[in-house]
Every structure is written in C-alpha cells, then in structure tokens.
C-alpha cells in the first residue's frame, strides 16, 4: 500500500501527464509572443485550453516523425510555406475538408490537398534609400541584376530561408538558367558581404552602404518604428507582370492528432475575421483572409498586387534554389 | 569480492594490455556512461546507411572547400587566441601579484556567462558599417574613411576566442596555482631564466589542463552555430545547416556531423597519445601568498591594464550594451514570468551539473584504474556529445528516447491494456541524460586533468600510513580534485545556462528558461528584446561565478 503511494509519487514527478480532453496541442516555428495572445484569447472565448511549445521547423518536425502515433501534437505551425509543403510532403499532416478554410485562406495561400493553410501574408519587397533613389528608378525584383545596380545592393544571407523562397518563385517563373543568371546578376551588384538579417541590411540601405535590398516588410516596419527619421522607403516590383513575392506564415493539423476537431476548429477561428486582424497585426504581416484589412500602420504602405502563384511551389523548389544560389555564389 | 575495489592499484592492468579485457567495478560505469552517449551519437551515423549523393556532389563542388578553408583557420585563429588569452591571464592570476589580482582571478571568468552570439551581434552592431563607431568616424573625417571589416576571418576569431579564452584560463589557473613558483624555482636554480624557465618547466607541466582547456573551446567552436551566422562567416556546420534547413535532408546533415565526429575523435586521440607518456604531479601545498612573483611597478601596471583591457572588451563593453537595450525594453517585456524563466534556468542548469560533474568523476577514475584501452576508448566516445551542433545531437537524442517511449508505450498497451500514450518525453528523465551527452565534456576535462596529479605513488603513500578505501577518498583524494570538480561544475552549469537546441527540444510544456526566451527574440531578428533574458542570463551566470570565487582561497 505505503509501496504504491511513493511510486504514485515518483511517477507524478517523473513521467508526463495524460492529455486532457479539452484542449489542443501545439508545436509552433512561430514564436511564443505572436501566437500567445491568440490562443490566450481562444480560450477566454471558448473554454479550450492551448498547450503549445515552439522550435525551429526542422526540429520540430522531427519531433513528429520520432513521436509517431504517440505524438501529443495536433496542430504545427509555421512561418513559411516551404516548411509545410515539407511536412506534408514527409506525411506529418492530415488533409483538412473545412468549408471555412476555404472561405477564408485564398486558394494560392493553403495547400492544393488541404494540408496546411497560410494565416497570414508576410510579402518580400524592395527598400530604398529615398536621398538616392525615386520609386521611378526600380521596377522589378529582376532589374536589380542588371549592371546599372553595381555596386549599389545590399542582400541578406542566401541561408534564410525567405530567401530560398524568393530564388524558388524565380524558378518557377523563369526556369532554372534564367533565374541563375539573375541571381548571378545580384552577386555582381553587392555593395558588401550578405548581411544574417533584414534589419541589418535595411540599416545599412538607410546609412549608405548601398541603395537598394529586398525585405520582408515587417522588418521595416518594426524598423521605422523605432527610427521613423530613416530615409527608408517600401516599393512594390513587378506590379506590371507576377506581382509582389508573398510567403505565408500558415498551420496544419498533425497525421495522428489527439483532439482532431479541436484543432480544427483552432485553425478556422484562426482565419477568422475576429482573429485574423491579431495574428497578423501583433508583427505587422498581412491577413490572409481577402475579408480582413491589414494595420492601419501597415496598410499606409500602399496595395500591391500578389504574386498569384501557389506559395507550396517555394516548398517543392527550395531545394533547388539553395543550390542554384550556391553555383551562383551567394552566400 | 573484487580485490580491485580495495587495492586497486596493485592490480590495474599495465597500458597496453589490450588482450586482458575483464569488466568490473569502474569499468563498467565508464562503459555504462559511453552507451548512454553512443546511442544518439549512433541514430546521427546510421545516417550513412542512406547515402545522400546528389546533395554530396553538390556540397563537395560548391559548398565544402570554401567552409573547410575557413574552418580551418577558425580553429587555428581561436586555439591561438584562446591559449594566447587564457594562459597569460591564467599566469598573471594565479603566480604573480599585482594591484587588483584578487578581483581579476575571479573576473576573468565573467566573459563565460555570456553567450557567444549575444557578444557577436552587441560586436557587429557597434563595429559594422552602421553602427554607432564608423557612423560617428564617418561624421567627422568624411564618408571615405577606412575601417577593418569586422564581418572578417579576423573579426569572428577575434570575438571567439574573447569569448571561450575563460576555458582555457579556468583550467591553466589551476595548473598554475597548484604547480606553484618551486617549479619555475628549481628551472632558475638550473640555469633558465625566468622567461624559459615559463616556456620550458612551467608551460609544459601545465600542458594536460591547458590543452584540456583548449580542446573545449575548439569543440565549441567546431559545434557552433549562432556566432558565425551573426558574421555570415560559413563554416563546417553551415553546411549541415544548409544541408537540414534548406535541402531537406536531415540525413545529409547527419552524415557531414558524424565526419565531424570522426576528425573530433582523431583530434582527441593525437592529443591523448602525444602526452600519454607523460605524469604529472602536485608541487605539495598550493601556492601561498608569500610564493608569488611579485611584479615590478611597471610591469604590474601593464598587467592590470591588460587585464581590464581584455575584461572590458569580453565582458563590459558587451554588458553594458545589453543593460541599455534591457532598459528600453523593460517595460514592454518584464514581467513576472521572468522569475519562472529564471528558476526553471537555475534548477535545470544545477542539477545537470551535479549529474555531469558526477559522472565525470566516475569516469576520471575508471581510467585511473584501468589503464587499458578498452576504457581509454569508451571514456573517449562519452565525451563526444560536445562537438557536435547542438540540434543534430538534440534530434539524435529524442530519436533515441522516444524509440523507448514509443516501445514502453506500445507494452503497456498490449501487456497492460493501459492507454498511457508518451510517458518519458518532456520530463527530467528526458532532459538530463540529454545535457549529460552534450556536456560530459567540459565536466569530465577539468576533473581528469586534475585526477592527473593523484599519481600512484599518493596512494601506495597513502595506504603504508595506514589510510586506505573511503577515508583515502575523502582525505587524500578529494582535496587534490577538489579543483578540478568545482571547475568542472562551474563550465557545465554555464553551458546548460546557455544551451538551446536541447531545451527548446526535450521541455516539458510551458517550462521556458532564459535561453528560451532568448530564441524566441532572436529567432525574429529582434536582438535588442533579447537583451533583458540576456542580462539575466549574466545575473544568473555571476552565483557560480561567485561561488568559485568564494573558495578560490583553496585553489588559488
């Protein structure tokens, strides 16, 4: 009897806790403080409680496939497509047949099967030094290999993958030769060494270094939140053909999922109107829902026209793209 | 029953005794400890079953001989610079006297509470074309001023070995202090003056603990990730990176690290065999105040002002730029939490050194005791885990414990007929063996290169006085690897202060630490947020510190 009682003890210690029934389990690329207000916020309105733990991707993934059936995991978030369209593609997530997913994610923002859908927009534009430069100097992301830019581009490092993701869109456009010989174009035309991130290479855009880069445009509105007296500017290329670079930050609901309609019904609250504003306003991303309008702060920066292709092409083209960027040379 | 657990020395085989192979006592913990590490280290080679020649070709063309140049001269640049660091300031603390040693003996070992990226990204930022240093240069001298490019070969060496030199001091301080100035005493009385008696009585003894101190921060370095990306500066692991995050495949990272592992071990081997002949003993008592050098004025001015030099560039300057980025983000991000973060850092980080300077113990004197190669081999492979990047280690580890959750859960099931679903996954059961692979390293080094100085002869002394079994330990033992135990303690409590990818992997829900939080900052570029976990982190990093510094008066 006594026996049992220590044993019971050192199990409560030591081993994990059965899962719950009302509650949904995440495992999250998204970190902690851009999806935490809205499951907090989930469960004030429905009573379900959000366990979630957040990593890089790749781990996270691997996770999944190690825990197998026993995983505690029923939803993976992301902040890429290509991640996704991987984890798909290794048969980590269930399709999902949900009327109001389809309603709300736009048919090139989730998976042709259903898999995962994109939450929100994150679009990778051109910046610019508006001392140096007037929007009537740029035109598209491929004008920038061109000769006249020598010397004048900053980049980020080819290892990020918002970077992989662009080059991939390239591909897709373009076919593989052509879209070397523009990124062999970019290479040439660097005013110094890739810089490991956005912020960085906008900063160094604003004091001189160069004139022009490519970024996500949340880094420079983080940016020009904090320095609004930087001669910073956004511009939107290739608005006369494909449109505007876009990758997702986007959910699916794992294979062997505990608590299935739970996390369901998570990830349609998540596209909602009434959530939608949240996840995408908290690092000033674009909603992916059509129905929902994007920060005031955000939206000042102008519409622009998407690039309409399927964001799971970055996905299936980003091996690809990380070694056309290394024959290229870009580090 | 074991004659060899009372006299063990009489009957330890002799080295190279490969024939006589009998398990027993301590070699059997060294061989238990060296599964538990062989097993993730095993899930990470069985990679090479599937061959990945598409990406190899790749790698090999286009990738692998510019990372393996700069590679190369990483490490060439940071063991330079860490011993160069680490054995000058180790000398100047721990055998002469001048103004301000006391604060510095223990001060130099602040830079090792900082994470290295962290100094990375406070040093591009202040150094880089748009930080404030060029920016205020440009204003006054014009736009076409020169400066050195800190994102450079030099630049990330430079931040490295300002960075892991306290490995190398920690260590070599210790050698030094118990080696004490008769050495360098009897080298004069020979002949040598005091510059050769240093490089050729005193460096020399000093070897097991300075190379010990130095393989560390190589391992380190060779396992690094996040500094060299704040650079851009590709190295070895940048193509396991590339190989995982962007190609896919898992399995061609996993095969680039287990080549990793492999030059490791060879490394390890060479340096092993190049001093096996060697014995090294204690000089009696540690040094006492009366034994030191003490400097002449100039030369002790010189040595304060190196000191700080070398303190201010590792360690304040750096702090005081994460106090003021703490600062602009306190309001926004402070919250009570932080005090969760901080205990759930200190307690995993506490008891994970115990475990590790545990087993380092053990296995310190399962190679004592059995001089074979069998447990020179199996105490080589347990200490493996240090060299390789964390989250290829960090995967290698969950496959292997969730293979066993997945098996227990499977029995339970059938046997049982209990639904229990993943018993072991995110629990301390997990968490710890996990920090004991990755780290038995830095606990094992110390305490063996102490171990080192408890040659045969102390205990043969030791028993003809009639002091033997637990009372030897405890008398004669314990007070000549007290040192190296508490180094050792110290070295794994920072490291798994710092350690992210098996944190982020093995937590149980909810149970974020500081280097968690740093993640989550830094994972969004947001490096300025970072800052306040960061700065905890130091906060937290300055009780072992303290502690250390607290019994330095027994191994100073």
């Known amino acids: ?331 | 029953m074991n004659p060899a657990s009372t006299a063990p020395i009489a009957t330890a085989p002799l080295p190279g005794a490969f024939a006589r192979f009998r398990p027993d006592g301590w070699r059997l913990i060294a061989f238990g400890v060296a599964v538990l590490v062989v097993v993730p280290l095993l899930v990470v080679f069985s990679s090479l079953l599937s061959p990945e020649e598409e990406i190899w070709a790749h790698l090999a063309e286009h990738v692998l001989p510019g990372l393996l140049l700069n590679t190369f001269w990483l490490v060439l640049g940071v063991a330079a610079g860490t011993v160069v660091l680490g054995v000058s300031l180790a000398w100047l603390a721990a055998v002469c006297e001048f103004p301000g040693r006391r604060f510095f003996a223990w001060a130099m070992l602040l830079p090792m509470a900082l994470p290295a990226y962290v100094s990375a990204f406070v040093f591009v930022g202040l150094l880089d074309f748009t930080g404030p240093v060029q920016t205020w240069l440009r204003e006054i001298f014009g736009a076409n001023i020169w400066f050195p490019r800190i994102r450079s070969t030099g630049g990330v060496i430079a931040v490295m070995s300002l960075t892991l030199y306290p490995y190398v001091y920690l260590l070599a301080k210790n050698a030094f202090a118990t080696q004490g100035k008769r050495a360098l005493e009897a080298a004069q009385s020979l002949g040598h003056s005091r510059v050769s008696g240093f490089f050729r009585v005193a460096l020399p003894m000093a070897r097991p603990w300075i190379a010990g101190g130095m393989m560390l921060a190589l391992m380190e370095t060779l396992a690094d990730f996040g500094t060299v990306s704040v650079f851009n500066y590709d190295t070895f692991t940048t193509a396991i990176y590339k190989a995982w995050f962007g190609l896919f495949s898992l399995s061609a990272a996993s095969q680039l690290a287990s080549l990793l592992i492999v030059i490791v071990f060879a490394v390890l081997l060479v340096e092993q065999l190049s001093r096996s002949r060697m014995r090294y003993t204690q000089a009696g008592k540690h040094a006492q105040d009366k034994d030191r050098i003490v400097l002449t004025r100039g030369a002790a001015r010189l040595a304060s002002v190196y000191c700080t030099l070398v303190l201010g560039v590792a360690f304040l300057i750096p702090v005081a730029q994460l106090a003021l980025w703490s600062w602009q983000v306190f309001g926004q991000d402070f919250d009570s939490r932080y005090l969760e973060f901080l205990w759930h850092s200190l307690a995993l980080s506490g008891i994970a050194a115990l475990l590790t300077a545990a087993c380092a113990l053990l296995l310190a004197y399962a190679k004592r005791y059995h001089r074979d190669p069998w447990t020179a081999g199996a105490v080589r492979i347990a200490t493996l885990g240090y060299a390789l990047p964390g989250p290829v280690l960090a995967v290698g580890i969950f496959v292997a414990l969730a293979w066993l959750d997945n098996f227990l859960a499977a029995n339970l099931k059938e046997h049982l007929r209990i639904e229990t679903g993943l018993l072991l996954q995110g629990t301390l059961l997990v968490m710890l063996p996990a920090y004991l692979v990755r780290f038995l390293a830095a606990g094992y080094h110390p305490v063996d290169s102490a171990m080192q100085r408890l040659t045969r002869s102390i205990d043969e002394a030791s028993r003809s006085l009639g002091v033997g079994g637990m009372t030897m330990l405890r008398r004669v033992h314990l007070p000549v690897l007290r040192g190296g135990l508490l180094t050792g303690l110290v070295l794994v409590f920072m490291d798994v202060m710092k350690e992210m990818p098996i944190t982020l992997m093995t937590r149980p829900f909810g149970w974020d630490t500081l280097a968690v939080r740093i993640f989550e900052m830094t994972s969004e570029g947001e490096w300025e947020r970072a800052a306040l976990p960061a700065v905890a982190l130091v906060a937290a990093g300055l009780i072992p510190i303290f502690f250390v510094a607290r019994h330095a008066d027994i191994q100073r």
């Open chain 1, 1 to 331: 009897m006594r026996k049992n009682s220590v044993f019971t003890l050192l199990l409560g210690a030591f081993l994990s806790l059965p899962a719950f029934a009302d509650e949904v389990v995440v495992y999250s690329a998204r970190i902690e403080q851009l999806i935490k207000p809205m499951f907090d916020a989930y469960t004030k309105e429905t009573g379900v409680q959000v366990k979630f733990i957040t990593d890089k991707e790749g781990p996270l993934m691997e996770r999944l496939k190690a825990e197998g059936a026993n995983t505690p995991a029923d939803m993976l978030i992301t902040v890429d497509a290509g991640n996704l369209w991987h984890a798909a593609n290794e048969g980590l997530l269930r399709p999902v047949a949900s009327k109001t997913l389809e309603a709300n994610v736009p048919a090139h923002l989730r998976d042709p099967q259903n898999h995962w859908f994109g939450l929100s927009v994150r679009a990778r534009t051109i910046v610019f030094n508006t001392q140096k430069l007037k929007p009537s100097d740029l035109s598209t992301y491929e004008d920038l290999a061109d000769p006249k830019w020598k010397g004048r581009l900053c980049m980020r490092t080819s290892k990020k993958v918002y970077n992989q993701s662009l080059v991939a869109m390239l591909i897709a456009e373009h076919g593989e030769a052509k879209a070397e010989q523009i990124v062999r174009g970019w290479v040439a035309n660097l005013a110094t060494d890739t810089f490991p991130d956005d912020t960085k290479m906008m900063e160094a855009i604003a004091a001189g270094q160069c004139d022009v880069g490519m970024g996500n445009t949340y880094y420079y509105g983080r940016l020009m939140e904090k320095k609004p007296a930087l001669p910073l500017a956004l511009f939107w290329p290739n608005q006369q053909g494909s449109g505007v670079h876009v990758n997702i930050s986007g959910a699916g609901i794992a294979k062997h999922a505990k608590h299935e309609k739970e996390a369901i019904r998570l990830l349609e609250w998540l596209s909602s109107a009434k959530a939608q504003n949240m996840f995408a306003d908290v690092n000033m991303e674009y909603p992916a829902n059509p129905g929902v309008k994007a920060d005031p702060a955000v939206a000042k920066w102008g519409d622009f026209k998407h690039n309409p292709i399927n964001v799971a092409k970055a996905g299936e083209l980003q091996a690809a793209a990380v070694k056309l960027m290394d024959r290229a040379g870009y580090k």
